[in-house]
């Protein structure tokens, strides 16, 4: 058997961020996937926040900016959002997965991926990864929404969902590339929106709805080619996931065991955005299994624990958006000024309506039409 200190389960955002800054600082570390390889089938449409790019130095050739937000209200009328100096990475998203994973094997981690991860079993003071030949000090779960890790060690689980689906195009025409393209309707994406994404060199067409309603991606296409042009388009992939918007789960660790990204919950339950939680928090994660299992310092999981921001006024948020309000009244509300407002607030604020300076924009009535005329400095 061989012996060493961190088993990272899942080699997704998190996962990779988790063991890339373990590994840098010494830690024997093993990235396991069961994917055939970095950036397969991915669940996710990429899209970074700015505070993503400011903080990982992600290659420019595999992210697209995009300053705007186009939001389209159920009737078909639209208006522009921007906030001065802000802006959108659209990604390659296979590219940055797999740019991770090269990542993290150049601080030190080995990473296996078509590893079919069955369990974990206690030995004395390791785990025996099954059916690996790895016995570990510490296991990360970093497995995505329905994680085997956390069912192995009896810790919580996601039990609320987004079902999204998101297909891929060549050669559509007419989509202004400036802009994410947002689609807000209660019939076709209820419990949350649809989208356009002018990408890195494909546009990605996708919506994401309550779990319990069949995502109707084939639906919105029909309504897109009155819209776009759509005549000599070619579908070249289509993604389809969970994802978890009920918050934190209840219990993210146990003795050498924890969990980190969309296993643990660490995914917004308005905005469904989890890449920049699983990036930094994975961060976090990494460092604190360092400094405990090489120098002695704190259980990380309480470290991490102690750096995870509540999602408790987002999670009142989404109860209120999981209510369907009408379309009728959708479009009624995106007409005023305060609810555009809101809308800002919640693209261009890393903490949404967490944000004291999303709050201080607010009160001061400042939203953007275009790139040159903003009520705010």
């Known amino acids: 058997m061989r012996e060493i200190d961190l088993a990272v389960i ?56 995009i300053a705007g937000v186009r939001l389209y209200a159920p ?25 991770l994973a090269q990542r993290a094997k150049v601080r030190g981690a ?61 050669n559509v025409r007419g989509v202004d590339g400036d802009h994410l393209h947002v689609f807000v309707d209660s019939q076709l994406a209820p419990g949350y929106i649809a ?16 779990a319990n309603r069949a995502p109707q991606l084939n639906r919105f296409l029909q309504q897109l080619s009155k819209r776009f042009d759509f005549t000599h388009a070619v579908e070249v992939s289509r993604r389809r996931g ?9 219990r993210t660790s146990r003795e050498g065991v924890m969990l980190i990204g969309d296993a643990a919950g660490m995914v917004s339950p308005l905005t469904a955005g989890g890449i920049h939680t699983a990036l930094g928090y994975g961060r976090v994660a990494g460092v ?5 299992l090489l120098d002695g310092g704190p259980d990380p999981a309480a470290v991490l624990r102690r750096s995870v921001k509540p999602f408790g006024f987002k999670q009142a ?13 959708v479009d009624a509300m995106l007409k005023l000024g305060p609810v555009r407002a809101l809308a800002q607030a919640v693209f261009y604020h890393h903490r949404g309506l ?24």
């Open 110 to 170: 080995a990473v296996r991926f078509g590893e079919h991860i069955e369990g974990f079993k206690r030995q004395h003071d390791r785990w025996l990864i099954r059916p690996t030949d790895l016995v570990t000090r510490w296991v990360v779960g970093a497995d995505g929404a329905r994680s085997m890790v956390a069912r192995q060690a009896g810790l919580g689980v996601n039990r609320r969902f987004l079902v999204g689906v998101e297909a891929a195009f060549e």
């Open 10 to 65: 899942g080699g997704g955002y998190a996962g990779m961020a988790c063991a890339a800054a373990a590994a840098a600082r010494g830690v024997r570390t093993v990235v396991l996937d069961r994917k055939p390889a970095p950036g397969s089938k991915p669940h996710t449409t990429g899209i970074l926040v700015k505070e993503v790019a400011d903080a990982w130095d992600v290659p420019r050739y595999l992210t697209r900016k």
């Open 354 to 377: 967490m944000s004291r300076a999303a709050w201080r924009d607010l009160a001061a009535g400042c939203f953007g039409h275009s790139p040159n005329h903003n009520t705010c400095p």
């Open 195 to 210: 989208w356009v994404v002018p990408g890195v060199s494909e546009t990605q067409v996708g919506l994401a709805c309550k």
């Open 242 to 250: 969970l994802i978890p918007v009920g918050g934190l789960v209840r």
């Open 75 to 99: 009737g078909g009328a639209s208006f522009d959002l921007y906030s001065p100096g802000y802006y959108f990475l659209a990604t390659d998203t296979p590219g940055v997965l797999r740019w």
């Open 317 to 329: 948020m989404r109860w209120a958006i999981d209510r369907q309000p009408p379309n009728a009244l």
């Open 288 to 292: 604190a299994l360092a400094d405990h």
